[in-house]
């Protein structure tokens, strides 16, 4: 009876921790594949969507120990409470792009930022209670839980390459580390430079610009 559950709330939590890498996973790499926000912003919606339903169907075992049911709740909380973050971000995308180029561009950059610290907020909200329950949990069922988060993998060499940025800048990142920019009829050329997930780009006409890398592999 005892491995019986032990294997319960092991096969639950590993479920709970895979929903959470997938959903940042899928959150990071959803933007690679269309440059259309709303088409973005359903297919996020239906994944949190689609997470929530298997987690209600891992929480519906009546022997699951009632610690692991509150785990998975919180889980479906922070999913639920991103879908409106996102909601609201893709369809400031879609008015932003309405506007001039150069008023466009910095307000999307703040958008963005703004974005990513809500959501950072809304993962990070639980993670306290989160942990002490799965210690809770590790010392009655004689487990070893622990939370895997998803590490970002960045590899210098894949960047070089013909990159879409924000959907509307064509940027070709060399070997040699210069970087040509293409928007419509004008080009702007420079140099690029990776230390650690930071990634800065000098231009030739003296500006700079800085991107934090979130995955590059």
């Known amino acids: 009876e005892g491995k019986k559950k032990r294997e319960k709330i092991e096969t639950a939590w590993k479920s709970v921790n895979d929903y959470i890498n997938n959903s940042r996973h899928k959150f990071y790499t959803i933007g690679c594949f269309s440059c259309d926000a709303e088409q973005m912003k359903r297919e996020l919606i239906r994944e949190f969507d689609q997470m929530n339903k298997s987690l209600e169907n891992i929480k519906a075992d009546p022997e ?13 909380q922070m999913f639920s409470d991103e879908k409106p973050i996102l909601q609201t971000y893709f369809d400031s995308i879609q008015i932003l792009r309405t506007l001039p180029d150069s008023t466009r561009s910095p307000i999307i950059k703040r958008l963005q930022k ?21 210690t809770q949990l590790n010392s009655k069922y004689k487990t070893e839980l622990e939370k895997t988060d998803l590490k970002p993998v960045v590899q210098k060499g894949e960047l070089i390459g013909r990159w879409k940025l924000e959907c509307e800048f064509d940027m070709n990142f060399k070997r040699d580390n210069t970087v040509d920019l293409a928007y419509e009829n004008d080009r ?4 690029w430079e990776i230390d650690g997930n930071i990634l800065t780009i000098t231009y030739d006409d003296g500006g700079e610009d800085t991107f934090t890398l979130i995955q590059l592999y």
Not at 114 to 121: A, G, I, L
């Open 64 to 76: 699951l120990d009632e610690k692991m049911k509150t785990i998975i709740d919180r889980t479906m």
């Open 114 to 134: 703004t974005m990513m610290s809500q959501m950072v907020r809304v993962q990070t909200m639980d993670s306290t209670e989160i942990n002490q329950y799965i």
């Open 188 to 191: 702007t050329t420079g140099k």
